[in-house]
């Protein structure tokens, strides 16, 4: 007996305590980052940057250990069906007994020392399907997080697109005031020239000056939204992008389907799928709780290894048990009614998930659309500004037109770009908001 404690109590400091016990050890240190320098790091794409998002995102990482939490459900509800077995070891001290006679069952009784070692067996029969509703309970809810793990991975995608393209948004829109910005230099320096020899006003160099300054503050009010868009991608890819180029790809060449093509799988998706494992969780629920009305059938089975006293001649001993409910003041009938409303909530919450996801579906494919049609016009839009500000010029250098219409030209060909640089970057998000909307991405 001394020898089985001593090896209990080193096998409990030097495994199960160690870090409690020892000195703190001297780990390895990992190996350093090798920073690459932005000049010589390929460019993005928008694959890398949700490689890198994937990685980087605990909301991810977070939800994932919700599906081995949920995963842990089914050894739990295993337990239930599978029943338990111990090993138990007694050594009972007493006072001993005074003026009891000697090889009486009550001198046995009364020894002030017993020592008894048995292995216990508890084998449930029937608990009213209490356990099968709890493993096919925590296998549906198993289910249900590995769902809302895809959807939340589908969502990161659009969160990363929407940063990528807006990233590129804002540089093409700085690069778009830097070259009206030449433009209007180029003018202020030909009407000075013109000023020189009486052909231009003063009024008119001041002017245009006066819109130099006004485009300035929009590049400077600019340059601070392409940071926070900076800022974003960083966020989401935990990568910084100080100096890396980001490579804009050409969207997949496929045709435009009809509505009906992208309601198809509506069902599938990953959002609504998770919402209708809830269902199937709920209602295990309402299973497991009406479980309590039934009667519990249990078995219980001793097999002694050793024994003192009168009994000792006895190895072993089985009891069979039934327990029939009778009353719970109410217990259980409040928490059936508990699991149903859980339940009929979930199915409400499945509707309207599928109602959702029918919403967006419907609202990406004609932002889509739209967003085409609208690039399409303003391309020709801004070719149409293009000849129309070099007809301006032409006519005002023979004094058909003044000044004035000269930069409302030139304005209305950096507005004009400046929207189709929107609207070409928007498409392109609105293309893969598509996606996402009809869980076509993963």
């Not at 305590?17 to 460019?43: G, H, I, N």
């Not at 067996?121 to 009213?128: A, H, N, S, T, Y």
């Not at 030449?182 to 006066?210: D, M, N, P, W, Y």
């Amino acid at each position: 007996m001394k020898k089985f404690f001593a090896g209990g109590i080193c096998f409990l400091w030097l495994v199960i305590l160690p870090d409690a016990v020892w000195p703190m050890r001297e780990r390895p240190s990992p190996e350093p980052t090798v920073s690459v320098p932005a000049e010589k790091s390929p460019p993005l794409t928008l694959l890398d940057c949700y490689e890198l998002a994937l990685e980087r995102s605990e909301t991810l990482a977070i939800q994932k250990e919700d599906i081995e939490e949920a995963e842990a459900q089914l050894f739990l509800a295993a337990s239930e069906a599978l029943g338990d077995i111990d090993f138990e070891m007694t050594d009972k001290r007493q006072d001993v007994q005074k003026g009891g006679g000697e090889g009486s069952v009550g001198t046995s009784l009364s020894d002030p020392a017993r020592r008894e070692r048995k292995f216990i067996i508890k084998q449930p029969l029937f608990q009213g399907f209490k356990a099968l509703g709890a493993l096919t309970g925590a296998g549906s809810l198993k289910k249900e997080q590995k769902e809302e793990w895809f959807r939340a991975k589908e969502l990161l995608f659009l969160d990363v697109a929407n940063a990528f393209y807006g990233l590129l948004r804002e540089k093409k829109d700085l690069e778009t005031i830097d070259g009206i910005h030449a433009l209007f230099l180029e003018r202020v320096k030909e009407l000075e020239e013109r000023e020189q020899i009486g052909r231009s006003r003063t009024s008119e160099v001041v002017t245009a000056k006066a819109r130099i300054k006004i485009l300035e503050a929009e590049r400077s009010r600019k340059r601070g939204a392409h940071a926070v868009a900076q800022f974003t991608l960083e966020f989401l890819t935990g990568v910084e992008l100080s100096g890396r180029l980001l490579q804009e790809e050409e969207l997949p060449q496929e045709a435009l389907e009809e509505l009906e093509g992208y309601m198809k799988d509506l069902e599938e998706r990953a959002d609504v799928e998770a919402a209708e494992q809830s269902v199937k969780t709920a209602w295990r629920g309402v299973i497991v709780e009406q479980s309590s009305l039934w009667p519990e059938i249990s078995v219980e089975h001793n097999q002694y290894i050793r024994r003192e006293g009168f009994q000792s001649n006895l190895d072993w001993d089985f009891l069979f048990k039934i327990n029939v409910p009778l009353f719970r003041g109410g217990e259980t009938t409040g928490k059936i009614k508990q699991a149903v409303s859980r339940w009929k909530k979930e199915k409400l919450n499945h509707s309207l998930a599928k109602r959702q996801a029918e919403f967006e579906i419907k609202e990406s494919f004609q932002n889509w659309i739209s967003s085409l049609d609208e690039l399409q016009a303003l391309q020709e839009a801004v070719k149409a500004s293009e000849e129309n500000f070099t007809l301006q010029k032409e006519e005002y250098r023979r004094s058909l037109v003044g000044n004035l219409e000269v930069l409302e030209a030139l304005e209305s060909l950096h507005e004009t770009q400046r929207e189709a640089n929107r609207a070409h970057y928007q498409m392109k998000q609105n293309y893969w908001g598509l996606r996402v909307a009809a869980g076509e991405v993963l």
